[in-house]
């Protein structure tokens, strides 16, 4: 059964540093691999969606990447602000029906 | 504008009171789902929906119950609801595929006291 795991649960940074947060899943039969920000209480907004044959998307200051052999995905944050201060939530589609399998997700707090 | 639109957005409620929880799209989606999120446990997947008329249990389906009449419709009822479905429920939907993109209602914050 698909698993996905999201390093670190929670992260705080200063305003202006660039920063990684991690994704891994064990099946790599994976479709595609999105992300989405959650605001406290609030909705999941699509972030990047990478399908299985890419190996990074980009937008804005947001790139993710995928290396499925191994699977791990990773999103970048350049040049982060406090209104990035949110919840990241990685999710896999995989499997005979296609379902979405969402991390945890890590919590970032970017500090003014 | 292309949306999934869950109503109600907030919704607190006595154990054993009947309730349901819409969702609908307006972007012509084969496929609908319903998660709940809870604090350490994530969104887990509780029904799923490939096609009008065709649905199936997620990991998390006990207490729930669906129907897909239309293709924009996607229902979630709770016919005896308890403390224990206390969540926050999202809908989403995507077009047929594997490798498309999905899209998630605002949420719909339920409290069973």
């Known amino acids: 059964k698909q698993e996905v795991t999201q390093i670190p649960a929670a992260l705080s940074v200063p305003e202006g540093e660039n920063l990684v947060l991690n994704c891994s899943f064990t099946d790599s039969a994976i479709y595609n691999l999105q992300w989405f920000r959650q605001d406290p209480g609030k909705g999941l907004t699509s972030l990047l969606l990478?399908?299985?044959?890419?190996r990074e998307q980009t937008s804005g200051r947001l790139n993710a990447s995928l290396d499925k052999s191994s699977g791990r995905s990773t999103l970048y944050i350049a040049a982060s602000q406090p209104g990035d201060s949110a919840t990241y939530l990685c999710a896999v589609r995989g499997g005979s029906q296609g379902n979405l399998i969402f991390g945890k997700g890590t919590k970032l707090s970017v500090k003014p | 504008e292309a949306q999934v639109t869950q109503n109600p957005r907030y919704l607190i409620t006595v154990t054993g009171k009947k309730l349901t929880v819409t969702c609908s799209q307006n972007?012509?989606?084969?496929?609908m789902s319903w998660y709940r999120q809870d604090p350490g446990l994530g969104l887990r997947q509780i029904y799923y929906?490939?096609?009008?008329?065709?649905?199936d249990k997620g990991d998390v389906p006990e207490g729930y119950k669906v129907s897909r009449k239309e293709k924009r419709n996607f229902p979630l009822i709770l016919e005896s609801p308890s403390p224990n479905q206390t969540s926050l429920y999202f809908c989403?939907?995507?077009?047929?595929?594997?490798?498309?993109?999905?899209?998630f209602g605002q949420g719909t914050r339920l409290t069973v006291v």
């Open positions: 990478i399908q299985s044959s890419q």
């Open positions: 972007m012509n989606h084969e496929y």
């Open positions: 989403a939907s995507r077009p047929r595929g594997g490798s498309t993109e999905a899209f």
């Open positions: 929906s490939m096609n009008v008329e065709v649905t």
